[in-house]
């Protein structure tokens, strides 16, 4: 396949307008200006929708009884509308969507039988018959581009295909049918890297994390060969929230920072999803100076932060050292992480680390502090907060010490040959055991 070609190679399959090299999106106050190839980008499958179901199987009761992960408080702080749960019914069974497929998974996990206007086995068959001729009259359409037109009616004619699957087919049937686009001659790399793009969101729309990723992967590679600009730009989402699925949040708010000012990848999440991500990575890993700059001050969070009042409390009280105010945030901040299908899966590590990121910056200013005063500043109790730094001592999260006889925590920190000492010594622990492994194998 020619995948590798130029976007100037005027053999491939591909009418984009080049994009200049560097473009500066400015923005109005809110609004997010898409860029060329990000208003043709398929809308489907749509992640909106997407997002929703996250958060209606959040609330949901498991099999074996257990509550559910998002109760009805929660839900109403992450601000979840009281009939979303019709809504996605009529959206997936109705003519915006129509799967089947979809549908059954939904019918079965939510438990929608015997809802109101909830759809039978029989108009779910019928409308997989009436799907059946509608695939039958695009691969027909192919065929034809084939023997009557030339390859760029055949391209589109394959992503029509494409389309139609991502929309209301299963995720097996849409992957399937973009591998044939993939799989077309003469596709420049442009082309092959939305293709690429719209095979990743049918992996994440059904949760195949680890598919996603390597499509992303495949995408990004090409980009840095021959993409333009804005596809590039539209990637570095794409490989920031692939990244926060799996733990790489470090990585992931680089990524996320540098696309603040010329986000148009709302293909893929909403501006206000795109800036809580970039807040709750930014503020794990940004230093102050550059939280204080892109984040607090940054004119595109201002803009939506209204909308999103319990990250940016969050991040604000972080900076302003009001400790008491950022626990109570992260309360409020914790049923949004849980609501959202890019950050629940680690919520319970994000948490963990915002509390370490909050004991560590509060520590930093003492050289020893009492239990009792800290407990103060935080607003709990000191057996609770005991416990807390205990374990995150323990685990070598936090350089202090406590000393329980005089209820005062004491701060260490070690100079950077000492860190660099033990950090040998740990490495040369590792080695040898692995030394001593191999040689009882070799033995045998």
């Known amino acids: 396949m020619g995948g590798n070609k130029q976007e100037d190679d005027t053999s491939s399959m591909d009418v984009d307008t080049p994009t200049p090299a560097a473009p500066v999106h400015k923005k109005k106050k809110g609004i997010v200006t898409p860029s060329a190839s990000s208003e043709t980008a398929s809308k489907y499958p749509d992640m909106s929708l997407a997002q929703s179901i996250h958060a209606l199987v959040m609330m949901a ?155 992303i992967d495949r995408a990004a590679k090409m980009a840095a060969d021959g993409g333009d600009w804005d596809r590039r730009n539209r990637l570095k989402v794409y490989s920031a929230l692939s990244k926060l699925l799996a733990r790489d949040v470090k990585e992931a708010s680089t990524l996320l920072v540098d696309c603040i000012a010329t986000f148009s990848c709302t293909e893929l999440c909403s501006y206000t999803d795109f800036i809580v991500y970039t807040m709750i990575s930014g503020v794990l890993y940004l230093p102050r100076t550059e939280l204080k700059k892109m984040i607090i001050d940054g004119p595109e969070i201002l803009s939506v932060a209204k909308d999103i009042p319990a990250v940016n409390a969050l991040v604000n009280a972080l900076y302003d050292c009001d400790y008491k105010g950022y626990l109570h945030a992260m309360v409020d901040v914790q049923p949004v992480l849980v609501a959202d299908r890019f950050l629940q899966p680690h919520s319970g590590y994000i948490m963990r680390e915002l509390h370490v990121l909050g004991y560590k910056q509060f520590l930093d200013s003492y050289k020893s502090v009492t239990l009792e005063s800290m407990a103060s500043s935080f607003g709990v109790s000191t057996a609770f907060l005991d416990m807390q730094l205990s374990r995150f001592i323990a685990a070598g999260r936090l350089t202090a010490k406590i000393d329980k006889f005089g209820g005062v925590v004491e701060t260490n920190r070690p100079d950077l040959k000492n860190a660099q000492y033990r950090d040998m010594i740990q490495k040369g622990d590792l080695l040898l055991n692995r030394i001593q492994k191999l040689g009882r194998v070799v033995d045998l």
């Open 61 to 215: 009761s498991t099999p074996g009884g257990a509550e559910p992960k998002l109760d009805a408080e929660g839900a109403k702080a992450a601000g979840i509308a009281d009939d979303l749960n019709s809504t996605v019914m009529a959206k997936v069974g109705g003519s915006e969507v129509e799967n089947p497929s979809l549908y059954r998974q939904l019918k079965s996990t939510l438990q929608w039988e015997g809802q109101p206007n909830c759809l039978s086995e029989e108009e779910l068959n019928a409308m997989e018959e009436s799907h059946t001729k509608k695939l039958s009259e695009l691969e027909e359409k192919v065929e034809d581009a084939s023997e009557n037109a030339g390859d760029m009616e055949v391209l589109e004619a394959r992503f029509d295909v494409a389309r139609f699957a991502a929309k209301s087919l299963s995720k097996e049937a849409a992957l399937e049918a973009y591998d044939k686009v993939l799989n077309l001659p003469k596709l420049s790399s442009g082309k092959t890297i939305d293709a690429l793009m719209e095979s990743a969101r049918v992996a994440s729309f059904h949760g195949d994390t680890k598919k996603g990723s390597e499509l």
